[in-house]
Structure formats: C-alpha cells, structure tokens
C-alpha cells in the first residue's frame, strides 16, 4: 500500500467521522448539558501573555488547526438549541 492510498484512507476515515458528527441528532437533556460544559464556547488556546503590563507575545486561536472544530462546535450549537426549544431551559449559563 502506498502512501497515497494510507492519506486516502485516513482522509475517507476522517470524512465519514466528520458526516457522523454532522448528523448526530440531540434527544436526551442530560447528554445535551454534559456537551454544553465540555465543549468550550470560545477557542481555550488563545493566549496573550503579559508581564507587567507589558505584552511579550500572542498565541492565537489553534482550534482552526482541529479537523473536526467545524462539527463540534455544530453540536455544541445542537445541544444549545435542544435545551433552549425543546426543553425551555435559560442557556446564558453555557455561553
């Protein structure tokens, strides 16, 4: 097998992980405030580093770099709109 072949299979791979991301349907509130709190709402990365008031440098957001950042922030999403429709809950909490 070449080594065209394993991207190709890693690509297809990741592919279809990203579709099942895509299509997860959220039914279940506790699932979906158990999502809400691990997934962050913003990019946890980025960085600005200060010393006495004096900036030294920015690390700025990696979370781009993630293949599958596009699909987990969907169903964050997905989760906040189960609790807020369906379930009438106040989501402020999770933002």
Do not use: W
């Amino acid at each position: 097998m070449g080594l065209s072949n394993q991207f190709q299979n890693k690509n297809g791979f990741l592919t279809q992980l990203r579709h099942q991301l895509d299509v997860v349907e959220i039914r279940n509130d506790q699932l979906a405030r158990l999502f809400c709190k691990v997934i962050p709402a913003h990019c946890p990365f980025e960085r600005t580093i200060s010393i006495l008031g004096r900036t030294l440098f920015h690390i700025p957001p990696l979370c781009k770099l993630n293949p599958f950042y596009e699909q987990v922030v969907s169903l964050r999403f997905k989760c906040l709109i189960y609790l807020a429709d369906e379930c009438g809950e106040d989501v402020t909490k999770y933002c």
